[in-house]
């Protein structure tokens, strides 16, 4: 270790017990006293930096998994909160579905005639289809007329 | 937690809310509209469907019948739906023998934006069953009735 380095050392501690080192100085001085084959002067004072770069070391674990922790509490709020959103969107969507009236009851459209398991469109058959089944429902009497008929007979 | 029970409560009650539109729904349905699907089709069965422009002279917006040979089951079957859609029935006309609807005219009532509906029933002397249902707006009523008292 040369003299220039030894020296910067000497600085640097009496900077550190002056209250006026940065972090950058100071992660230096914890890594100097944690390698081997220190001086015999500064020895006494490998406990100390070796103390504050278990405690930084320490705290910068402690740091992460509070970290973690937030991370995975904002995660979880996230997920309750947007699946929340996610059920009420699906469930008005679903409602309002099933409340947009119809404008008839039956979902058949268009202009056809099934007979015997066959469709046919054409536009004349069909009407003609659908006289004849009106004309089936066609009552042969005025059914009022018939039963005052009936008391005067 | 006072958050998850409110989160919670809004859930369940839209779930409520989706439950009862799917009842209020199916409510609105008529019975007959089931023999349309089940029979329309099959042999010895005719089924019109008349929808739109072919229907501006009568005023109608939909028109569906079907006609069945006589058949004990269908036959019951169509009684049937009658019996529960004419609970609806604002006007009647019909006529029962032994028990059996062998004629009827049902005007359901008018709902909001929906139309005018009627049923038409009868069981002909040629062995047929006749089932009609019809959508019209408010002035299909009179032609409609027209219609159905005579036409020659």
Redesign the interface.
């Known amino acids: 270790m040369n003299n220039n380095m030894l020296t910067d050392i000497h600085r640097l501690i009496e900077k550190y017990f002056e209250g006026q080192t940065s972090s950058g100085e100071e992660k230096m001085l914890r890594d100097y006293f944690a390698q081997p084959g220190l001086p015999d002067d500064l020895k006494e004072y490998a406990p100390l930096f070796r103390f504050l770069d278990n405690e930084s070391k320490a705290i910068a674990v402690l740091n992460g998994i509070r970290l973690d922790d937030e991370a995975a509490v904002r995660w979880r709020q996230s997920l ?1 909160k947007y699946g ?1 959103i996610a ?2 969107a699906a ?2 969507f ?2 309002l579905i ?2 947009t ?1 119809e ?4 979902s ?10 066959q ?1 046919i469109t054409d ?1 004349r058959t ?2 003609e ?2 006289e ?8 042969e009497n ?2 009022i007329a018939d039963q005052l008929r009936a008391f005067s007979e | 937690m006072r958050t ?1 029970k409110r ?1 919670y409560r ?2 369940l009650l ?2 409520l ?2 439950g009862y ?2 009842t ?2 199916a409510q ?3 019975s007959i ?1 089931s023999i ?1 699907g089940k029979y ?13 422009e ?1 229907l501006n002279n009568y005023r109608l ?7 069945v040979k006589y058949d004990r089951v269908i036959l019951e079957d169509i009684q049937q739906c009658l019996e529960m859609d004419k609970k609806q029935a604002r006007q009647i ?1 019909e ?1 029962i023998n032994n028990g059996i609807i062998t ?1 009827g005219y049902y005007q359901l009532p008018e709902e ?3 139309m005018n ?1 009627y049923i ?3 069981i ?1 002397s040629d062995g ?1 069953a ?1 089932l ?2 019809m ?1 019209g707006g408010a002035d299909s009523e009179e032609l409609i009735n027209q ?5 020659k």
Not at chain 1, 103 to 106: G, Q
Not at chain 2, 40 to 52: D, E, H, I, P, R
Not at chain 2, 61 to 67: A, G, K, P, V
Not at chain 2, 147 to 151: E, G, K, N, P, Q
């Open positions: 309750r929340t059920a009420v469930s008005l679903i409602a099933l409340l009236p404008t008839s009851s039956t058949q459209k268009g202009n056809y005639v099934w007979v015997d398991g469709r536009p069909v009407r289809y659908a004849l089944s009106f004309d089936k429902v066609q009552p005025d059914i | 998850k989160y809004l859930l839209l779930l809310l989706t539109a799917v209020g729904q609105e349905n008529l509209n349309f329309g089709k099959q042999k010895g069965a005719t089924m019109v469907v008349l929808s739109g072919a917006d939909l028109y569906r019948s079907i006609t006309k006529v004629s909001k934006n929906r509906r038409l029933f009868k002909g047929t006749t009609i249902y959508e219609l159905f008292i005579r036409r």
